[in-house]
């Protein structure tokens, strides 16, 4: 019985491997950090991967003599106060040996860090014509991606083409923001004052219609949490043609559909050209996202799929998806409000479209 | 028992004379005058224990916001506030106050003195927090609580992004609660260097106190940073300085570097508490010495001192540079070194001993365990370029709950049914305790392993919500469960403690075969401690008292320090109690004053605060030890 | 009030047990107020260290003038450096007459470190008047508003200092002192020293270090 009593606490062990067999039942979603898409990317992972294995390693020879101690040496806790153990003080040779132990494993650790770490710096020196710059600016609680190159202004969705080295320069409007896509690589702080560089290579291949996830990794209160962005890597072909439609006369163009009409109108009249540009059509605040070829967008605010519904929802209600975001509620719930909204909506989403019939665009 | 009251001949209690010195030792008076380390000791842990429910309640809130995506059940500013507040209170004013209640209240018993150095300056400290805390938690009820979070990133806490009054009280609550660890800090450093029994040599010291002199050393050195980054934030709110204002060429990530230098070894002042209370509960409930007793101690002597190397990775991510980012992860991951040498040296104590499996031991094995994830995880922090994914995500709030919880306050939790029976005289339930413990650990782990998951499947940390497409969203369900199976833990630790200190088993002496000279006191603790100031002649002095046979069979040189032989002064009064005093609790009213005074800019607050302040000074300095004397009831094993 | 005994009328707001005659056992012969003052002389070189590091970090960044090099006059401060130097000198003077039980000499030392004391500050203040009459203040720049927190802060260290060494002048005519007062008067002594070397520092790093290279 003894033995049984003993062993009660030896219960815990396979309870406790219930918890690594969490990681074989999490599915990877677009944050994760394991599947990811550029070369610097794979180099965190494999560290990461490193530090993992032997940490394991450790947990498991430490758990391992642990548990075989607590259930060896354990007696009933009425246990005969006479009864007493060997008396040991320590033991040199055993103190020098656990001590050279951790050495080691650091000293595994340390080289391909600092190596990886000055070997990124270096890289991160070498620069080529044909790279991408992207100026990115954090705002409370939205992204600004500016291409100084290609006199491009976008917001909340980063298009870079995959194959060819992208460069971030990243700046701060007002607080900290931190610039992390996770499937890219790891992150990096906006800090006012500061040129903070950020560079990555999507792989060939990488281009895909469902665009990677982004989100501030720093506290910048409010919306903060809602602060997400999407980076779209396209193919060649498909970058040409989004810069050719981001900078080309199609953006002085609007369809003369009445409903398309009606929705230019009120946007100005609800004030929404006030904040908003549109290139070609209005001239609103640089402090507030640019919608240009906003039709062309898979996201709504950075959150939700771009659909008329989910827009419609945004522009009725902003607190909705992005709770403390400063974007005002224009409606006072008025008569034909809705239908304002709606083509508000409809002149949204043929911003950078082709223009479509009338009978197909009406509602 | 025989109690003088005689004033002291040679100390007419003259006084600055504003107040009638106190006498009382019952009632309200007797605990806002004490100058009793034993009692200032159990406001500090009474006072930790509210606070940790406080910060546990705020921890739920957050918690359930956070249930499944999309949830909008507390507003983005107050969830905020609650992870702001949350930090804060456990850090400042759970945690801190907790392990101060352990050095108050044992200190002096372990090195076999009657109080610390300087009693009035502890009350001084501990009324100091007290103001300090009531500062911080004011906020709530006036205009809404700081929203920065704990570490309060420049620029967020300027007047342009942070109006109102928030971020102010977050200074001042906090310099408060500086002030009061600086003072405990000086106090506890002179205590333990100076007051130590005759022949207990530094190396002949428990554990636990020596934790407590490198956490007391951290303090003092650490502190200022805070302080002065405050001061300087102040001056930038106040006055309208530059030093973190951007658009005068200030940086903020000197704000980040000032705090971090501060916060680094402020992890250490919390985690080292808890490594000494192990270092003595596993010694007792092994029935056998600490493995390896000097290198236990420079271990955390060397973890104290490195802390004050690694900083900086706290901000990889900020683009100091390949060169700072390299020698910082290194530092930071030989800091692994000495910590694993304590945990073999704990599992070298536990090899070959009789392991009693009582309720502090539980906590203390619990300790070990989660440490060790917790460390291990840390140190995959470490390695700059791969903790640029993993910073600011939930790996990271797995990380340090897993030091901080399953560290600390297991390791707080393992001291308190330990020693506890002292202050009460008392036993607790081992049926309940071991149910708290189980209750606490599965709830824990529960809460925070699938976090290392959330983390690294890019869920942020300081979130009000986060997105549906993570696949996280189960990951959060079970945490949330988790965290109300923990509450319910501390939820039964608090119903049974309460019911165990008014009817528990009593118990006059010793209740765990203890080793320490602490044990040798009847319980409760007399008021004078020791009937006679005992003699060191052994570590683990207790032990070997009982059990002089195995006395000389290690630990050589012992006999050499049994000759210093140190006669108390006892003259025909008894022992010396010193009188009680008003003006600590006096002058940190005073402080108060002077920062709701500048809180709220009103100029004559902070003048009448400050007179306050010095009139108590001198009226402290001049009024004398004053006090009576007391005849020991005669129990001690030293009889 | 004459009626105190030895031992507690004392201007240190610290108290400590052994001097009432019940002499409890000590571990080391150093007194406990005097390592208390050493911890917290520890402690103050972080403070002063964190603000010291503050205005190295901040140093030329200033965006607008005035800059150091306009304002600062090392003749100046150079005299005001000397007195509180020799403030520290007739500090030891009134240490060892009170050790030796001269009160008439510890008093005349003790006003002289206090006058002395209160010479530097009168330069301080004159200083930052000056200061700010050239266009100097806090909100200036990050010149005046590191310069100023930081000698700010020593100059509130120095009125602190005279404030103690004053109510060790004012007891000697309240209460007989005798040398067995001599521990505290070393324990203020200590402090009043410490924030003397401080001084040094900043002046070399604030002031001196400003002018190298620059022919006077």
């Not at chain 1, 219930?18 to 990811?36: K, Q």
């Not at chain 2, 973190?244 to 501060?262: A, D, R, S, Y």
């Not at chain 3, 901040?58 to 005035?66: H, N």
Request: proline share 5%; with cysteine.
């Amino acid at each position: 019985m003894k033995f049984f009593k003993r062993l009660s606490l030896a219960r815990i062990i396979p309870a406790l491997l219930l918890f690594p067999l969490l990681a074989g039942c999490t599915e990877m979603g677009p944050g994760t950090t394991f599947d990811v898409k550029t070369s610097i990317g794979r180099q965190q992972l494999d560290l990461f991967m490193l530090t993992f294995w032997l940490g394991l390693v450790v947990i498991i020879l430490v758990f391992a003599v642990f548990f075989f101690v607590i259930i060896r040496y354990r007696v009933s806790d009425d246990h005969d106060k006479s009864d007493i153990p060997a008396q040991t003080h320590g033991h040199t040779g055993l103190e020098i040996g656990w001590t050279i132990l951790p050495i080691i494993l650091v000293i595994i650790m340390v080289v391909p860090t600092v190596r990886l770490t000055m070997l990124q710096e270096a890289e991160s020196a070498r620069t080529a014509d044909n790279d991408i710059v992207v100026n990115v600016t954090g705002y409370q609680w939205w992204w600004k991606f500016e291409y100084p190159e290609l006199g491009i202004t976008t917001a909340n969705e980063l298009h870079i083409p995959e194959g060819k080295r992208a460069t971030f320069n990243l700046q701060s409007a007002d607080v900290l923001h931190s610039f992390w896509v996770p499937q890219m690589a790891g992150k990096k702080d906006l800090i006012p004052g500061q040129d903070n560089v950020l560079w990555f290579i999507p792989d060939e291949g990488s281009a895909k219609d469902e665009p990677y996830y982004g989100h501030c990794a720093e506290l910048c209160l409010g919306a903060h949490a809602y602060m997400r962005f999407r980076v779209k890597v396209d193919t060649a072909e498909e970058f040409d043609a989004w810069v050719a439609g981001m900078q080309g006369a199609s953006l002085q163009k609007v369809s003369a559909d009445p409903l398309i009409q009606k929705g230019k109108l009120a946007y100005v009249q609800k004030g929404c050209a006030g904040c908003h540009t549109v290139q070609g059509q209005h001239v609103g605040n640089p402090r507030y996202p640019d919608l240009t070829n906003y039709g062309q967008r898979s996201i709504v605010a950075g959150l939700e799929p771009n659909t008329p519904e989910n827009l419609a929802t945004w522009i009725r209600d902003p607190q909705i998806y992005k709770p403390g975001n400063y974007m005002p509620t224009l409606w006072s719930g008025a008569e034909g409000e809705e239908e304002q909204i709606d083509a508000i909506v409809a002149y949204l989403h043929s911003l950078g479209m082709p223009d479509v019939s009338q009978a197909s665009v009406q509602r | 028992m025989a109690i003088s009251r005689k004033p002291v001949s040679q100390a007419p209690d003259f006084s600055g004379g504003l107040f009638k010195r106190p006498t009382s030792s019952r009632g309200l008076v007797s605990w806002l005058t004490t100058i009793d380390h034993k009692r200032i000791g159990i406001l500090y842990f009474v006072s930790g224990i509210f606070f940790f429910l406080i910060g546990g309640i705020e921890a739920l809130i957050i918690r359930t916001q956070l249930t499944t995506s999309g949830l909008n059940i507390i507003s983005p500013d107050l969830y905020n506030q609650m992870f702001t507040m949350h930090g804060t209170t456990m850090i400042f004013l759970a945690v801190m106050p907790m392990s101060a209640g352990f050095f108050n209240y044992l200190t002096p018993l372990m090195i076999g003195a009657r109080d610390v150095a300087f009693p009035r300056l502890n009350s001084f400290s501990y009324w100091t927090f007290f103001f300090g805390a009531v500062t911080l938690n004011a906020s709530w009820f006036l205009g809404g609580a700081p929203d920065v979070g704990w570490f309060a990133y420049s620029p967020l806490t300027s007047t342009t992004y942070s109006p109102g009054l928030a971020v102010d009280f977050w200074i001042f609550g906090l310099q408060m609660l500086g002030l009061a660890s600086l003072l405990a800090g000086f106090n506890f450093i002179v205590t333990i260097i100076n007051m130590r029994a005759p022949g207990m040599t530094m190396f002949k010291m428990p554990v636990f106190v020596w934790m407590t002199l490198v956490v007391q050393f951290l303090v003092i050195l650490a502190f200022p940073a805070i302080t002065i980054a405050l001061v300087e934030l102040m001056m930038d709110r106040q006055f309208g300085t530059g030093f973190f204002n951007p658009e005068m060429g200030g940086m903020p990530i000197f704000w980040q570097h000032l705090f971090w230098v501060f916060g680094h070894p402020e992890v250490y002042i919390l985690i080292l508490p808890a490594m000494g209370i192990v270092s003595e509960v596993l010694p007792t409930f092994s029935r056998k010495p600490l493995f390896g007793y000097p290198v236990v101690v420079m271990s955390g002597a060397l973890i104290g001192l490195m802390g004050f190397a690694v900083w900086s990775h706290h901000m990889f991510t900020t683009g100091m540079g390949a060169v700072a980012n390299a020698a910082f992860a290194a530092t930071t991951m030989t800091i692994a070194i000495p910590t694993g040498v304590k945990i073999f040296n704990w599992i070298g104590t536990l090899w070959g001993g009789k392991i009693r499996m009582t309720t502090p031991m539980l906590f203390a094995l619990g300790f070990i365990f989660m440490f060790t994830v917790g460390g291990v995880s840390g140190v995959m922090h470490s390695a700059a370029p791969a903790d640029a994914q993993q910073s600011d995500t939930y790996f990271v709030v797995a990380h340090f709950h897993y030091v901080l919880i399953g560290g600390s306050i297991f390791g707080l939790f393992s001291g308190f049914y330990y020693w506890a029976p002292m202050v009460t005289g008392r036993m607790f339930s081992e049926k309940w305790g071991k149910i708290v413990f189980w209750t606490m650990f599965w709830g824990f782990n529960i809460t925070f392993f699938p976090m290392h998951f959330a983390g690294l499947n890019g869920q942020a940390r300081r979130t009000h919500s986060y997105s549906a497409e993570l696949g996280v969203d189960w990951l959060n369900t079970l945490a949330t469960i988790g965290s109300y199976i923990l509450a319910i833990g501390v939820g039964i630790f608090v119903v049974h403690v309460i019911r165990d200190i008014i009817n528990g088993q009593k118990v006059d002496k010793d209740p765990w075969d203890g080793r320490t000279i602490e044990w040798t006191i009847p319980l409760p603790t007399p008021v004078y401690n020791f009937d006679k100031i005992p003699t060191v002649t052994h570590r683990d002095q207790h032990w070997f008292d009982k059990h002089p046979e195995l006395a000389h069979s290690h630990e050589h040189g012992a006999d050499a320090a049994s000759h210093e032989h140190v006669e108390e002064h006892h003259d025909e009064h008894g022992i010396h109690l010193p009188g009680q005093s008003w003006y600590p609790f006096i002058m940190s009213f005073g402080l108060f004053i002077v920062v709701f005074g500048g809180l709220y800019s009103s100029l004559l607050m902070v003048i009448i605060g400050f007179l306050i302040v010095f009139v108590g000074c001198y009226a402290w300095a001049f009024e004398g030890i004053g006090g009576r004397h007391i005849q020991p009831k005669g129990q001690s094993w030293y009889q | 009030m004459v009626s105190v005994a030895h031992g507690h009328g004392n201007t240190s707001a610290h108290d400590a047990h052994h001097d009432e005659g019940h002499s409890e056992h000590r571990s080391t012969p150093v007194d406990d107020k005097k390592i208390l003052m050493w911890a917290f002389l520890a402690s103050d070189c972080m403070f002063f260290g964190s603000l010291i590091v503050t205005y190295l970090v901040y140093k030329g960044r200033s965006l607008v003038g005035p800059y150091p090099i306009d304002v600062l006059d090392i003749p100046l401060t150079t005299v005001s450096t000397f007195v509180l130097l020799m403030s520290s000198f007739l500090m030891v003077l009134a240490l060892d007459s009170l050790k030796h039980n001269d009160i008439p000499k510890f008093r005349l030392w003790t006003a002289g470190v206090c006058l002395f004391g209160s010479i530097f500050l009168g330069f301080q203040v004159y200083e930052f008047s000056h200061f700010v009459d050239l266009g100097l203040t806090l909100q200036q720049n990050l010149f005046g508003t590191t310069f100023f927190t930081l000698t700010g802060t020593h100059g509130i260290h120095v009125t602190l200092g005279v404030v103690w060494l004053l109510s060790f002048l004012i007891t000697s005519y309240v209460r007989p002192m005798t040398s067995k007062d001599a521990v505290y008067l070393e324990v203020a002594g200590l402090y009043w020293h410490f924030v003397d070397i401080v001084w040094i520092v900043i002046f070399t790093v604030v002031y001196l270090i400003e002018f190298i290279g620059i022919p006077a």
